[in-house]
């Protein structure tokens, strides 16, 4: 297979990926839902091409793939499509048809990989491949039991994430010119009942269970009546980038072009055909640099709503709603309780917007939901969870009412074992959700897990800032080199101060210390790891109309200093796009092909 890679042609050998391990996690309709565990990277190169699997690109390749593999969560089913809700399930033709071929395509995560096979079985029906076609998810699939007033129930939480926009915190934000956005994760909860007390259930059915691996908890579920609740979460939909430069918040840039319109446009219409009415909360702040982010997403709404068009009948008018909550504002001083004024605020509208509801008695569901709410805060991830998780726990109320176990004045608040399985459920999936986005667990879980706000949580929370801090600028690329030679130096004024060397020379080292690390930190953007194959070249040198923070790391913090002209020529030189070739001199070197290196 040829890839053209550093503008020259490069042959990459075929690989077959094989998941070897599985571990069962749950069971819905008598299918089982598996995590992937395990996988096996298999060349299918002809011996011919054996040699490119030495390349060092080939090599480079294998071990990113490899690295997503260990570290994403993969989920699959043989019979159930995890990749669909239930409502769309429900109202699908699907009968005869193959699981592949009715998955949602912003959740089959490893399409891609299953291209040739498709191609095949959908060119040639003499050779139809399907049941070597799985599709898998990326994100938490949790299935729990559960019961308030003596009726068992199963409740499930699934999340999706797209495969489109996907990326790591900062380096995939806003929108891309398909109208897909960063982070863009639909969650469904989902409840499955037969509304029995326990009284009636039958001692000899006591410990079985066709909902849950294992069963044990007290019942019989049968999933006689199924609902579903849907939420979706992405970055803001406008055009908009935060670029690393070693300072603990990044710069902002936001790209307000014509383009950014029209991709906007599309993925609320994409949205609005997916799920109908789009109830869009915003919970980025008022003030600081996240204000400009909260301006332009009502700007593009405004003009969305003015000049949308109309979409089955209904204008954008009509069909987006938007909604904002100054969520640091309001929850300020750990009073994270004051969610519940957003929820307050959004009961018309989930009234509305409804639930699925469907007895197995029926083909024509007795419900169907007609909105989502789509929420966003910078990463779509902390103050996002918490949004979610309070607005499902309101439909949740609705639900049990309507299934015949809560009454009309009872709510789930009001049971608190039921109410320590549905925070820790969601608490996990906001880890789930943080890890693939940001690499460490979700901030702000301990109001989630526990209904409360908490100074242990804080601490949590400040070491969960720090990590994603080295991980977004130190980890996320592999350029290692500047900072190992920056802390050797640090290395070698301790080893001088143990063996009794002259003041002068660790005063010295201190100042040579105290420039290096100021020059690092003034040159930021320089030392910052970025990916290798998709830098975001395109956001760091825009120069059209939006809006810029102020710009760091670009070696401008020297101009104050006063040195001698020969040495500002070399300090003051500021990162330009001429400077842009350094990325790609840098694959050229480490991925073994630059002028000298051997060519196959």
């Not at 915003?282 to 204000?291: A, D, W, Y």
């Not at 409804?354 to 197995?360: L, V």
């Not at 309101?394 to 009309?408: K, V, Y």
Request: proline share 5%; charged share 25%.
């Amino acid at each position: 297979m040829t890839r053209t890679l550093l503008n020259a042609p490069i042959f990459l050998a075929d690989f077959l990926i094989v998941i070897t391990g599985r571990e069962a996690r749950g069971r819905i309709d008598g299918h089982a839902i598996y995590r992937a565990t395990d996988f096996k990277v298999l060349p299918i190169a002809p011996p011919s091409s054996y040699q490119l699997l030495d390349h060092p690109v080939e090599r480079h390749l294998q071990k990113l793939v490899e690295r997503h593999l260990v570290e994403g969560v993969f989920w699959f089913s043989y019979g159930w499509d995890l990749t669909r809700r239930l409502q769309d399930q429900a109202l699908a033709n699907s009968e005869g048809k193959p699981v592949w071929e009715l998955a949602d395509d912003r959740f089959f995560w490893n399409k891609y990989l299953h291209s040739r096979f498709i191609d095949i079985s959908t060119s040639n029906s003499q050779q139809d491949l399907s049941r070597f076609i799985l599709p898998v998810i990326y994100g938490s699939f949790d299935l729990r039991p559960a019961h308030i007033n003596r009726t068992p129930f199963l409740i499930c939480l699934i999340s999706r994430r797209s495969r489109y926009r996907a990326g790591t915190r900062y380096f995939a934000r806003g929108l891309d010119a398909h109208g897909h956005v960063a982070n863009y994760n639909e969650t469904e909860q989902i409840i499955l009942t037969d509304a029995s007390p326990l009284d009636s259930i039958p001692p000899s059915h006591a410990t079985a269970n066709r909902g849950a691996v294992g069963g044990g908890f007290g019942a019989v579920v049968e999933n006689r009546t199924r609902m579903s609740f849907v939420q979706t979460r992405g970055s803001a939909p406008i055009g908009f980038a935060e670029i690393n430069t070693l300072r603990y918040v990044p710069d902002l840039v936001i790209m307000s072009t014509e383009e950014m319109s029209r991709s906007c446009k599309l993925h609320f219409q994409e949205q609005v055909g997916l799920y109908g009415k789009q109830l869009l909360v915003n919970l980025v702040n008022s003030k600081g640099r996240e204000k400009a982010v909260k301006e332009e997403y009502e700007r593009k709404v405004a003009e969305l709503t003015k000049t949308g068009g109309v979409m089955g009948g209904e204008t954008m008018k009509d069909v987006l709603k938007y909604v904002y909550f100054d969520f640091h504002k309001e929850c300020s001083k750990m009073r994270f309780d004051r969610i519940e004024m957003l929820v307050d605020q959004l009961v018309p509208e989930l009234k509305a917007a409804g639930y699925f509801h469907q007895s197995i008695s029926s083909v024509t569901p007795l419900k169907v939901q007609t909105g989502v709410v789509r929420s966003n805060c910078m990463d779509c991830l902390d103050r996002t969870n918490v949004t979610q998780a309070a607005v499902a726990k309101w439909s949740l109320t609705q639900q049990l009412r309507a299934a015949g176990i809560l009454n009309e004045k009872d709510r789930v608040d009001d049971h608190p074992e039921f109410m320590h399985t549905f925070r820790n459920m969601w608490a996990d999936h906001a880890d789930y959700v943080s890890r693939a986005y940001s690499g460490t667990p979700a901030l702000k879980t301990d109001f989630t897990r526990t209904g409360k706000r908490s100074h242990e949580g804080l601490i949590k929370d400040f070491w969960s800032s720090v990590t994603r801090y080295a991980k977004n600028n130190f980890l996320d690329g592999e350029r290692q080199m500047p900072y190992v030679a920056f802390f050797s130096l640090l290395v070698i004024a301790s080893a001088l101060s143990f063996t009794g060397a002259p003041a002068y020379i660790l005063l010295a080292c201190a100042l040579t210390f105290a420039i290096s690390l100021f020059y690092i930190f003034s040159h930021g953007i320089e030392y910052v790891n970025w990916p290798k194959l998709n830098p975001p070249t395109e956001a760091i040198f825009y120069e059209g109309p939006g809006f810029k923070s102020t710009q760091h790391g670009r070696g401008k913090e020297f101009r104050w200093i006063p040195l001698p002209p020969w040495a500002k020529r070399g300090l003051l030189q500021p990162m330009h796009k001429a400077s842009v070739p350094v990325f790609h001199r840098l694959e050229e070197i480490e991925m073994g092909t630059s002028v000298g290196s051997k060519k196959r």
